[in-house]
């Protein structure tokens, strides 16, 4: 029903940045939510940030001063700014949405980001 498909991924030193965007596209009339998850290895996939429709955000305590997410709701996109990154920020970062509050929701692909030196 919606396909989220997500770019910029990539490999950046510490304390460097990188954006990250994610683009939905199907079957819908509005979106609830869009944010972002990342998995390491061996972890759990957490909740980095998220945006409501109505401009709600929410951000994980580990990148709050960071990370900054966005998004442009005419165009089913959402952004995920992420300045002074960290080695462990990296992870497979996975874009979501949601069509409705507390529904299952669709996943992207994952983008994978190594912040490394």
């Known amino acids: 029903q919606v396909q989220l498909v997500e770019s910029g991924g990539g490999l950046v030193q510490p304390g460097g940045f990188l954006r990250l965007s994610c683009t939905a596209s199907g079957s819908i009339f509005s979106i609830y939510a869009m944010g972002w998850y990342r998995q390491a290895p061996g972890n759990q996939r957490e909740l980095v940030a998220s945006v409501t429709s109505g401009g709600n955000t929410n951000y994980a305590d580990s990148v709050k001063g960071r990370f900054t997410v966005s998004r442009d709701n005419a165009r089913n996109t959402v952004y995920l700014q992420m300045n002074s990154l960290k080695p462990e920020d990296t992870a497979v970062y996975y874009c979501?949405?949601?069509?409705?509050?507390?529904?299952?929701?669709?996943w992207g692909q994952g983008t994978q980001v190594t912040v490394s030196s």
């Open positions: 979501h949405a949601k069509l409705k509050p507390y529904e299952k929701g669709y």
